[in-house]
């Protein structure tokens, strides 16, 4: 079982490092799902944002199109997929956010 940390690592990248080092520190498993929409950051994800907005039925391309509300929509939703998908299959226990 393991804990979903949705983070947008373009811009909190460092805060998420810290929460997931904080988190295993615990002995708490920590995948990093990053829902960025913008510049890709420094930080690592266990699910990168190609993944997320796959998961939503969009291609990651959605972001060059310039239209921020259809990237946060689609990164949404694609989170919300994959953490149903995960939950259902018994490996999240909680999500961070």
Do not use: H, N, W, Y
């Amino acid at each position: 079982m393991a804990v979903f940390l949705f983070a947008a690592l373009d811009t909190k990248g460092a805060e998420a490092d810290f929460l997931r080092e904080q988190l295993q520190a615990l002995g708490v498993a920590c995948v990093v799902v990053d829902v960025s929409c913008g510049p890709v950051g420094s930080a690592t994800a266990d699910i990168p944002r190609e993944a997320v907005f796959q998961a939503a039925g969009f291609a990651a391309d959605v972001l060059a199109a310039g239209d921020r509300a259809a990237a946060v929509d689609a990164a949404a939703a694609g989170a919300a997929r994959l953490a149903a998908e995960r939950f259902a299959r018994k490996e999240l226990s909680g999500i961070v956010a």
